[in-house]
């Protein structure tokens, strides 16, 4: 399995804590806007690294998982900032949501219907033919 494919997906997971770390800190001591502006950058990284990730590699790729996740990283910077604590909660808890849809996408355990449709192969696999 290519190394930046395994970085994307265990890096990935670890995240999806940070995420609810955020929501957690924000709910019981209030927002930490550098908290919250870390975990939004270190997403910014997971994205680049799996879109490099994409490219090479020869597993078909579903179209919702970038725009998922490209959302939830929208929500992620728009609540960054913010002090204000139910902004942060519904912002970050959104892109939870969104980044745990993103993973099931293409993960074993998530449906079908997102592994027949709107399905892209990498640039690297039609080369190959």
């Not at 790729?61 to 939830?72: D, E, K, Q, T, Y």
Request: proline fraction near 5%.
């Amino acid at each position: 399995m290519n190394p930046l494919f395994t970085a994307h997906k265990h890096y990935g997971t670890t995240l999806l804590v940070l995420v609810l770390a955020v929501i957690v800190v924000a709910l019981v001591k209030g927002p930490k806007p550098v908290f919250q502006r870390i975990v939004a950058v270190l997403v910014d990284i997971n994205l680049v690294v799996g879109l490099v990730a994409f490219f090479q590699t020869v597993r078909p790729i579903s179209w919702f998982h970038p725009i998922l996740a490209l959302g939830a990283v929208g929500l992620l910077h728009a609540g960054a900032k913010s002090e204000d604590k139910g902004k942060v909660v519904r912002c970050f808890s959104i892109a939870l949501v969104l980044l745990v849809a993103a993973w099931a996408v293409n993960a074993s355990w998530g449906p079908e219907w997102f592994k027949t449709h709107f399905v892209k192969l990498p640039a690297v696999a039609t080369v190959a033919k």
